[in-house]
Each structure stands twice: as structure tokens, then as C-alpha cells.
């Protein structure tokens, strides 16, 4: 016994249009059958369920937390200037070879 189904009116591209027509002509089966087809791919697809972003923030502002206090009182904190940096680039690519 088949499924009721559905009528859906969509809207494609013209190059999306002559590859569903192609890719039914090629599987010998209708347009809907392709469309069909590939949602029931992408429904079997192994992407990860979406989790609560509200969630993830939390579980990153528990970690940053943590590791704050773990490392509290641990050596200074890195001190630099932008100039610095940019000149110790410049002398470690600029340099001349020594040959």
C-alpha cells in the first residue's frame, strides 16, 4: 500500500532545473522520485544534532572559569607591543644569510 502523498510546489534555478531532469533521465525514475530521494539522504546524513547554543556557551564559560582558577597565581602575564612583534619578525626574515 503506498503513502499519501503531498503535493509541493518549489522553485529551482535553471542549471538545478536541467539536473534534476538529467539525473531522473539517467535513474529512470520521475523528478519527484529524485527530490524524494535525496531528502531521504539527507535525513539519513550522519550530521551531529544541533545542541542548545545557550548550552555550549555555558559549558565555555564553566571551562574559561575553571582554568582561570586553575592557573590564578601561576608565573606574569605576557607583556608585549605590536611594534616588538613586527620587529621580530622582520629580524628573523630580514636577516642575512650567513654563507
Known amino acids: 500500500m503506498s503513502e499519501m502523498m503531498v503535493r509541493k510546489q518549489i522553485y529551482l534555478t535553471r542549471q538545478h532545473n536541467l539536473l534534476l531532469k538529467r539525473l531522473a ?3 529512470g525514475v520521475s523528478q519527484a522520485e529524485v527530490i524524494r530521494q535525496a531528502l531521504e ?9 544541533r545542541r542548545d547554543s545557550f548550552a555550549a556557551w555555558d559549558e565555555i564559560v ?3 572559569e ?3 582558577t586553575t592557573l ?5 602575564a605576557v607583556r608585549w607591543k605590536r611594534e ?7 629580524d ?3 636577516k642575512p644569510d650567513s654563507d
Open 25 to 27: 533521465k539517467q535513474r
Open 41 to 49: 539522504h539527507e535525513a539519513e546524513s550522519t550530521t551531529p544534532p
Open 62 to 64: 564553566r571551562f574559561v
Open 66 to 68: 575553571e582554568r582561570k
Open 72 to 76: 590564578a597565581g601561576q608565573g606574569e
Open 84 to 90: 616588538d612583534l613586527y620587529q621580530e619578525r622582520e
Open 92 to 94: 628573523r626574515w630580514l
